[in-house]
């Protein structure tokens, strides 16, 4: 079972992103060629900064996921699901931003 509709205002909102950057391949949203987020059944999946990861998890707004087989190699984050759809938008946003910029002492 899947949530179509949540996971199309989510592809609307980061496609309309004015860094140009986002594509989408199937369930999936990249930046810059780097699975950020994907619907995984009534999961969306993100990758996140370790610390949020943990967050999120400690007040059970999301569960932990395996890592996907596309997700970008060298994310110091952790690859989480959220269930809610009210918080897809929000969270699909962070793991875009996080996953999508350069690495520290990188190219800016």
């Given at each position: 079972?899947?949530?179509?509709?949540?996971?199309?205002?989510?592809?609307?909102?980061?496609?309309?992103?004015?860094?140009?950057?986002?594509?989408?391949?199937?369930?999936?949203?990249?930046?810059?060629?780097?699975?950020?987020?994907a619907l995984d059944g009534e999961?969306?999946?993100?990758?996140?900064?370790?610390?949020?990861?943990?967050?999120?998890?400690?007040?059970?707004?999301?569960?932990?996921?395996?890592?996907?087989?596309?997700?970008?190699?060298?994310?110091?984050?952790?690859w989480v699901g959220i269930a809610?759809?009210?918080?897809?938008?929000?969270?699909?946003?962070?793991?875009?931003?996080?996953?999508?910029?350069?690495?520290v002492g990188g190219d800016s």
């Amino acid at each position: 079972m899947t949530n179509p509709a949540a996971f199309d205002d989510v592809t609307r909102a980061l496609l309309a992103d004015p860094d140009d950057d986002v594509t989408l391949e199937g369930t999936s949203l990249l930046v810059k060629g780097s699975v950020f987020a994907a619907l995984d059944g009534e999961l969306l999946v993100v990758a996140l900064p370790a610390h949020r990861a943990d967050d999120l998890l400690g007040r059970d707004v999301a569960v932990p996921a395996e890592a996907l087989s596309a997700a970008p190699a060298g994310v110091a984050g952790r690859w989480v699901g959220i269930a809610d759809s009210q918080n897809w938008v929000e969270l699909a946003t962070e793991a875009h931003q996080f996953v999508g910029e350069p690495a520290v002492g990188g190219d800016s």
